[in-house]
C-alpha cells in the first residue's frame, strides 16, 4: 500500500498543480476529495499550460484512474467544458470516475453565492462565486442532489423541482430576483446527465479495493490549510477541509490507510479575497512579487494579494496535517531580490505568540517577527541537484525547515515538470 496526500500549507495558489503532477508520474491513480470548480491548478507539460478545475492532475497520464470524490463540489457544466477541452487536445478520458455520491452544483448555486456575497457589503468574503458553497449549504440541510440523483431522470426531475420552489421564493424575497426556469434547467442538465453517466461509479468502493491491491494512490487538495472551513481565517474560507483529514471523508478512506503527507509551501505567500494576511506587502515589494511570478488568479484572473512567506502558518500546517515533507515551489521567482524575508514569529501587544490566533481581530493586529535572508541574485531555474543551489538559497530552505520543523522532501525552480528538485526518494 503506498498513498499520499498533497495538501496546501497556506491560503492556496501554493503550485499544488505542479507537484501533484510530478508525483502523479508514480500513481496509478490521482483523486480529487474536496473544493470545486472554484480551485484552478495549472500544469505545465512540454511548454503546454493545462488549466485544471475540477479534473484531477492524473489525466495528462495516460492509463491513470482520475477519481472525483465524494466531498467534491460536483459541477457538470465545468467538468465538461475541461473534458472537451483535454480530449481537443488528444487527452484520453477513459480513467475518468466520479463519486455517486457527490453534490451537484446547480446554476442557482452559483448565482446565490454571488448575490449573497454582494449582499454582504464591506463584509463580503470575496467568493469565486462558483457555487460551492451553497452546493455544501444544501448538503448540510439535506436538500443537495447528488449525482445519483442527477444521472436519474425521474429522480433529478422531482428533486430539481422542490429545489427550485424552495430558491425561487428565496431569490425574490431576498434579492428581488427575476425565477429560475425549471424546465430550461432540466433539459439543459439531462443532456449533461447523458454524457456523464458512464463515468459514475461507487467510487468509495473502486478506491478501496484498488489499495488493498497495492496500487499507489495520490490525494490531491484543493485550496489550503488556511482556507480550512474549520481551521482557517474563518469566515474568509473555503467551505470544506483542505487539511490533509480531508480525503478519510471526501474520498470514503480510513487514516490507517494513508501512508505520507506532503505539504505544498511557495516560497513567498498570496492569498486572494479578504481576511488577515500578516506578512501582506502593500508596496513596490509585494508588486514584484506579484508581477515576478504572475499572481493572478487560475479561475478568476484576479491579482492575489502578496507578501513574504510566513513560517507561522507553515508550522501550523505542519501540526493539523502531519506534514512529512515539504515540497517548496516557485523559488526561482526569487532569484532577482536583493533581499528576502521570513515571518518565524507573531508579536500581540509585545508578547511573543506560540499559535495562530483564532481571532481575527487579533491576527489581523499581530506583528511579523522577521528574519532577514540576502538573495542569491542568479538564475536557478537550470538546477537540478540540491548541492548545486546557490548557498544563500539553500540557507533560506533549510531556516524554513528548522522553523517550520518540516523535512524539505521536493524544491521546485521552475513551472516544467523537469525543473525539479527531489531530495525524498521515499515518498512514494
Known amino acids: 500500500m503506498s498513498t499520499v496526500v498533497v495538501t496546501g500549507t497556506q491560503w492556496g495558489d501554493e503550485g499544488k498543480g505542479k507537484i501533484v503532477d510530478y508525483l502523479a508520474q508514480q500513481a496509478d491513480i490521482v483523486v480529487r476529495h474536496q473544493g470545486g470548480s472554484n480551485a484552478g491548478h495549472t500544469v505545465v507539460v512540454d511548454g503546454q499550460d493545462y488549466k485544471l478545475r475540477l479534473m484531477p ?51 442557482y448555486h452559483c448565482l446565490m453565492d454571488g448575490l449573497g456575497d454582494e449582499a454582504r457589503g464591506k463584509n463580503k468574503v470575496g467568493t469565486t462565486h462558483r457555487g460551492i458553497g451553497p452546493c455544501y449549504v444544501d448538503r448540510d440541510n439535506r436538500i443537495g442532489i447528488r449525482v445519483c440523483d442527477f444521472i436519474d431522470k425521474e429522480e433529478f426531475a422531482k428533486r430539481l423541482k422542490e429545489n427550485l420552489e424552495i430558491k ?52 490531491e487538495g484543493a485550496q489550503a490549510t488556511m482556507l480550512d472551513i474549520d481551521y482557517g481565517t474563518y469566515p474568509y474560507v473555503t467551505a470544506s477541509h483542505p487539511v490533509a483529514g480531508g480525503p478519510t471523508v471526501g474520498a470514503g478512506v480510513a487514516p490507517k490507510k494513508i501512508d505520507k503527507v506532503v505539504g505544498i509551501v511557495k516560497a513567498y505567500c498570496t492569498r486572494v479575497g479578504e ?22 488568479g487560475v479561475v478568476t484572473g484576479r491579482p492575489r494579494r502578496t507578501g513574504w512567506l510566513d513560517a507561522c502558518v507553515v508550522r501550523y500546517a505542519g501540526l493539523l496535517s502531519g506534514i512529512d515533507y515539504m ?77 517550520t520543523n518540516i523535512k524539505l522532501g521536493i524544491v521546485s525552480v521552475g513551472p516544467n515538470r523537469d525543473e525539479t528538485i527531489v531530495l525524498a526518494k521515499d515518498i512514494f
Open 57 to 107: 492532475s492524473g489525466i495528462l497520464y495516460k492509463g491513470s484512474l482520475c477519481i472525483v470524490g465524494n466531498g467534491v463540489a460536483f459541477d457538470p457544466k465545468i467538468m465538461l467544458e475541461e473534458m472537451d477541452g483535454l480530449a481537443k487536445r488528444g487527452i484520453d478520458l477513459s480513467g475518468i470516475r466520479i463519486s455517486n455520491r457527490a453534490h451537484v452544483v446547480l446554476p
Open 168 to 219: 425561487n421564493r428565496e431569490l425574490k424575497l431576498l434579492y428581488d430576483h427575476e425565477p429560475l426556469d425549471y424546465d430550461q434547467m432540466l433539459e439543459e442538465y439531462n443532456g449533461y446527465a447523458d454524457r456523464l453517466r458512464p463515468y459514475v461509479c461507487d467510487t468509495i468502493a473502486l478506491l478501496n479495493d484498488e489499495i488493498d491491491k497495492g496500487k499507489k494512490v495520490l490525494f
Open 275 to 296: 481576511g488577515p494576511f500578516p506578512t501582506e506587502q502593500l508596496n513596490a515589494i509585494g508588486d514584484k512579487i506579484r508581477e515576478e511570478g504572475h499572481e493572478y
Open 327 to 403: 515540497a517548496v515551489t516557485r523559488l526561482d521567482i526569487l532569484d532577482s531580490f536583493d533581499e528576502i524575508k521570513m515571518c518565524v514569529g507573531y508579536k500581540y501587544k509585545g508578547e511573543l505568540l506560540n499559535e495562530i490566533p483564532a481571532s481575527l481581530k487579533i491576527l489581523a493586529d499581530v506583528e511579523p517577527v522577521y528574519e532577514t535572508f540576502e538573495g542569491w541574485k542568479t538564475d536557478i531555474t537550470k538546477v537540478r541537484k540540491y548541492e548545486d543551489l546557490p548557498e544563500k538559497a539553500k540557507k533560506y530552505l533549510e531556516r524554513m525547515a528548522e522553523v
